[in-house]
Each structure stands twice: as C-alpha cells, then as structure tokens.
C-alpha cells in the first residue's frame, strides 16, 4: 500500500496556547502540520518548506505578520500559497491592507471558533 501524503499547513502564531490548540484541532484532519512563534522563524521555514496552506496571525514578536505577508507576496515561489490570515487586528485598513499583500482570506480571533477555522481551512485544502 502507498502513503499518501498529507497536506502541509504552516501556522504562525505567537501564543503557545491557541498555537497548540490549533495544531491538535488540524492533526485530527489529517494534515502536516509545521508551527513558527515569530516571523523571522516563519520567514526562515518558507524558505525551505512550502506548505499547502499558511495559517498567519499578523500581531507577532519581531518581525510581524504584514512583513511576512510582503516576503511571500515578493516571492514567486511562495507568492502561490495561500495565506488565512487569523489574527485580532479588525479594522478595515488591516483587512484590506494584509489582502493587499495577498492574503488569501482573513479571519478576526473573536468572530470564529476553531472549528470555524478548520471549516475555512478544509475548504481551501480541497480546493488544492
């Protein structure tokens, strides 16, 4: 029998509680999942490994999730992964500014459950 691969997800997130939360919630759908607590990781993990999927929260230590977005965007190869952006910041210049980078969606932390956000990730996932 051959293994099938899973598909990667790559969730940036600097709270360690709702990180682990979210990696346990997605390993049950069966995906790969790799974590960054800060930018500069995330930037650094893009580099080499490009996942399916990028589960961005734009509030991080260093260099922040915008920035993130801007390396992706200026990036050809990793330009093409789309990036759920799942963060506090709400306002619509935020929206429309991490958009304009490329995010692919955006989600604010207090409107959506986990399984809201699995429910969104599926939905790109099958899309892929």
Same mark, same amino acid.
């Given at each position: 029998m051959s293994q099938i691969e899973l598909k990667k997800i790559f969730i940036v997130e600097d709270d360690e509680f709702l990180r682990s939360l979210t990696?346990? +919630?997605?390993e049950k759908e069966n995906y790969? #999942? @790799?974590? $960054? @607590? =800060?930018g500069e990781s995330a930037l650094k993990h893009l580099e080499t490994d490009h996942p399916d999927l990028v589960l961005l929260d734009l *509030?991080?230590?260093g260099v922040?999730?915008?920035q993130v977005l801007e390396k992706m965007h200026g990036n050809s190869? *990793? %330009?093409? #992964?789309?990036?759920v952006v799942f963060s506090n910041?709400?306002? +619509?210049? =935020? #929206?429309? +500014? $991490?958009?304009? *980078?490329? %995010? &692919? =969606?955006? *989600?604010?932390? @207090?409107?959506? &459950?986990? =399984?809201d956000v699995v429910a969104k990730v599926n939905g790109y996932m099958n899309k892929i």
């Open positions: 990696v346990k +919630r997605l790969s #999942i @790799a974590v $960054a @607590a =800060d *509030l991080l230590p922040d999730g915008f190869s *990793l %330009a093409q #992964i789309p990036v910041l709400g306002q +619509r210049e =935020d #929206i429309e +500014r $991490a958009k304009g *980078l490329g %995010a &692919t =969606d955006f *989600l604010i932390k @207090a409107n959506f &459950t986990l =399984d």
